[in-house]
């Protein structure tokens, strides 16, 4: 078979990846020059999807597990969250991780990287700064494009929400948010980064009954970690200028 008919018959397969160049000579039967090529298309739309699933992500930075230090400051539940995490097993009991604790302990890092983590297994993954995903949601609101918006998550199972406790909300943003994460309870993985004790939570969200049922629903089937500590980024600042 010439190489341009090949080249045909995988466009009309839809086989775009083949290599173009083959040394069939190297391969004893048909079946392994076969095989060798499916292979191929296989890793490259594996590939592909991975690269995909990352940039719909919209991870702010490239944060990586190899690069995390898991220092004595993180207070773990029990022995088996850390593995829970790593495995991604959370997800696909679609339970959550909350992480509270100063800024500059690594809770962002770690949210991030288990994100990607999550793209190459190929789970739909996203990244929001809760304040921005408020924003977001008002505007969508106010455009009656609420229910549209929401349905960009049905396929998502894993949604990271960054830094709860920066900036408090309005009273339709608080009750907006709410809403969604309802929507999201017990069918999807939450991430959730804060700076402030669940206590503290009434400081964004001004109703009390509101965000006494928004903790409920987050910490239900949640593995809750607690960083403590010196923030790596003033610790290395200040190692930088010394």
Request: charged residues 25%; contains cysteine; hydrophobic residues 40%.
């Amino acid at each position: 078979m010439g190489q341009l008919q090949l080249e045909t018959l995988c466009k009309q397969l839809r086989l775009p990846h083949l290599p173009k160049v083959v040394d069939t000579q190297s391969f004893e039967t048909k079946e392994e020059w076969l095989l060798f090529l499916l292979k191929h298309e296989v890793a490259c739309r594996e590939e592909l999807k991975t690269a995909r699933l990352f940039k719909q992500a919209n991870f702010p930075t490239r944060r990586t597990l190899e690069t995390y230090e898991w220092h004595d400051q993180i207070l773990l539940p029990n022995p088996s969250t850390k593995e829970a995490l790593i495995s991604l097993s959370f997800i696909r009991q679609k339970e959550n991780a909350v992480f509270i604790g100063t800024p500059g302990t690594g809770k962002t890092h770690l949210a991030s990287a288990l994100g990607q983590v999550a793209t190459k297994e190929g789970i739909e993954t996203r990244f929001w700064r809760v304040s921005d995903l408020v924003i977001e949601l008002e505007c969508q609101w106010k455009n009656n494009s609420l229910e549209h918006f929401k349905r960009r998550f049905d396929k998502v199972k894993l949604i990271i929400l960054d830094e709860v406790g920066y900036v408090p909300f309005s009273k339709d943003g608080a009750e907006l948010l709410f809403q969604l994460i309802s929507d999201w309870y017990e069918k999807k993985s939450v991430i959730l980064t804060s700076n402030l004790e669940f206590s503290q939570w009434n400081k964004v969200f001004s109703d009390p009954r509101l965000t006494a049922a928004l903790v409920d629903r987050l910490i239900h089937h949640a593995h809750i970690l607690s960083f403590t500590g010196e923030s790596y980024r003033l610790k290395n600042s200040l190692s930088k200028s010394k």
